[in-house]
C-alpha cells in the first residue's frame, strides 16, 4: 500500500521564473524570484508551519491547479516548478530531483474566490533514481 499526503496551498498559484528582478550581489548581477512569487513561496510555507510532513526518497507529485482568471495565465512547467521548489523548501519533500512524475498535473480551472494548487505526494518509484539514491 502506497503513502499519501495531500496538501492544499491556498491563494493564487505563481510561478517562479517569470518577471524575476535583477539586482547585484557584491557587484555582480544575480535574478532573484519576483515580489508576488516570494509573498505566495512565503503564504504557502505558513499554510504548512507546524504540520509534520515529509515524503521520502523518490516520489510522484500530482498537481491540479485552480485561477482565479484568466489574467496573467501562467504556463504549467513554471507552476510545477514553483511548487516544487516550495515543497523542497518546506523540507515535505528531500530534493525535487527525486520526483520521477508529475501524474495527471494540470490547470484543472478556474475558481475566483478560491484559487489554489491541490497535491498529492505518493511514493514513487524509478529504476534510475532508485540507483541514484544507493
Known amino acids: 500500500m502506497r503513502c499519501m499526503v495531500e496538501i492544499v496551498f491556498r491563494g493564487r498559484p505563481i510561478t ?3 518577471h524575476g528582478q535583477l539586482i547585484r550581489r557584491n557587484g555582480k548581477p544575480c535574478m532573484i524570484p519576483s515580489k508576488a512569487y516570494r509573498e505566495y513561496e512565503e503564504s504557502c510555507l505558513w ?3 507546524g504540520k509534520k510532513i515529509n515524503m521520502p526518497g523518490v516520489v510522484i507529485v500530482e ?3 485552480y485561477m482565479p482568471d484568466k489574467k496573467s ?3 504549467l512547467i513554471g ?3 514553483a511548487t516544487s521548489d516550495i515543497l523542497t523548501k518546506a523540507r515535505v519533500i ?3 530531483k527525486w520526483i520521477c512524475s508529475y501524474g495527471n498535473s494540470r490547470i484543472a ?3 475566483k474566490t478560491n484559487p489554489r494548487a491541490e497535491i498529492r505526494i505518493s511514493q514513487g518509484h524509478s529504476e534510475a533514481l ?3 539514491r544507493k
Do not use: E, H, I, S
Request: hydrophobic letters at 35%; proline letters at 4%.
Open 16 to 18: 517562479k521564473k517569470n
Open 109 to 111: 480551472g478556474y475558481d
Open 79 to 81: 507552476l510545477l516548478q
Open 94 to 96: 528531500d530534493d525535487d
Open 130 to 132: 532508485d540507483a541514484l
Open 63 to 65: 498537481c491540479m491547479y
Open 73 to 75: 495565465f501562467p504556463d
Open 47 to 49: 499554510q504548512l508551519a
